[in-house]
Nanobody, 126 residues
Framework: QVQLVESGGGLVQAGGSLRLSCAASGRTFSSYRMGWFRQAPGKEREFVSTINWSGISTYYADSVKGRFTISRDNAKNTVYLQMNSLKPEDTAVYYC???????????????????WGQGTQVTVSS
């Protein structure tokens, strides 16, 4: 079992930055692929970014590529999402999630992730 707790959300003006954190406890954090997803009101949960167990391999949705950076610190059991140049369309609840298989083809599918945090709200004003 893995418990995930997100933090760092808030209200920011367009063009601003936020850094989300996701602290993990429970089973070995470093063995999991970690992902960030988001869900806006009335929309389905969508993939944002993912990072493999070692932190070497990362992948981003086209909508955030070049603006967001995912990273992890396995010594601190934490994954981060640095969000720059925020836009109003980035407004959503952001969730971190852990995936145990490490399969490359699972990396963007929320249904393949095993554990989820409770989410943190990000609101970007225009």
């Amino acid at each position: 079992q893995v418990q995930l707790v997100e933090s760092g959300g808030g209200l920011v003006q367009a063009g601003g930055s936020l850094r989300l954190s996701c602290a993990a406890s429970g089973r070995t954090f470093s063995s999991y692929r970690m992902g960030w997803f988001r869900q806006a009101p009335g929309k389905e949960r969508e993939f944002v970014s993912t990072i493999n167990w070692s932190g070497i391999s990362t992948y981003y949705a086209d909508s955030v590529k070049g603006r967001f950076t995912i990273s992890r610190d396995n010594a601190k059991n934490t994954v981060y999402l640095q969000m720059n140049s925020l836009k109003p369309e980035d407004t959503a609840v952001y969730y971190c999630a852990a995936e145990s298989s490490g399969r490359y083809d699972y990396r963007t599918d929320p249904l393949k992730y095993d554990y989820w945090g409770q989410g943190t709200q990000v609101t970007v004003s225009s």
